[in-house]
């Protein structure tokens, strides 16, 4: 664990306010759910809570599916890192924070598709063997908690509508899983 050296009070109310730049840092934005943690110490652990997280080994077999039905890589992301992947380097993705374009077309709430000619949204900062050519937004009662991808890499065939299609329809049960 890292000390920041910063030190707040807890208000009359019981809140506790994060400073800006760890907020920021950490990627936390208003109504972020956090979990939290207790250990023998005494010590509080505010760990960023992620529901996709929770479904990593389903999702990891959905991925593996995805494979094998299309043939092309795929992967889930929640809104902050790589959850799961099969068909591209999983030491590569696994674990590592989303790109700020990833970021930003989850924002968007609508469907990806790489149009012809276009550059791909890539999966994650430094990782630029591998982007997405396919995203569905994975929408949890009316919020956005992460996407189903496709992945292009150099040298593998573009994505069709089959793609599309299992795309959709597997972040549209990766939702409904997420909300029963």
Not at 76 to 93: F, H, M, T, Y
Not at 126 to 142: D, H, Q, T, V
Request: charge should be neutral.
């Amino acid at each position: 664990m890292k000390a920041t050296g910063i030190v707040r009070r807890i208000d009359d109310l019981g809140r506790v306010v994060i400073p800006k730049e760890l907020r920021r840092t950490m990627r936390l934005r208003e109504g972020a759910p956090l979990e939290i943690f207790t250990d023998k110490g005494g010590e509080l652990i505010f760990k960023k809570y992620s529901p996709i997280g929770e479904l990593s080994d389903f999702a990891a077999d959905l991925c593996e599916s995805l494979r094998r039905v299309s043939d092309a890589a795929a992967a889930v992301c929640d809104r902050d890192g790589v959850i799961a992947v099969a068909g591209a380097s999983k030491k590569e993705l696994t674990g590592r924070a989303v790109s700020a374009e990833l970021g930003e077309l989850m924002e968007k709430r609508a469907f990806y598709r790489r149009s012809s000619g276009a550059a791909c949204v890539p999966v994650c900062e430094g990782a630029a063997r591998y982007a997405a050519e396919i995203a569905a937004p994975i929408l949890c009662e009316g919020d956005v908690v992460g996407a189903v991808l496709f992945l292009a890499a150099e040298g593998a065939k573009s994505c069709g509508e089959t793609e599309e299609k299992l795309a959709r329809a597997a972040a549209h049960f990766l939702g409904r899983q997420m909300e029963g």
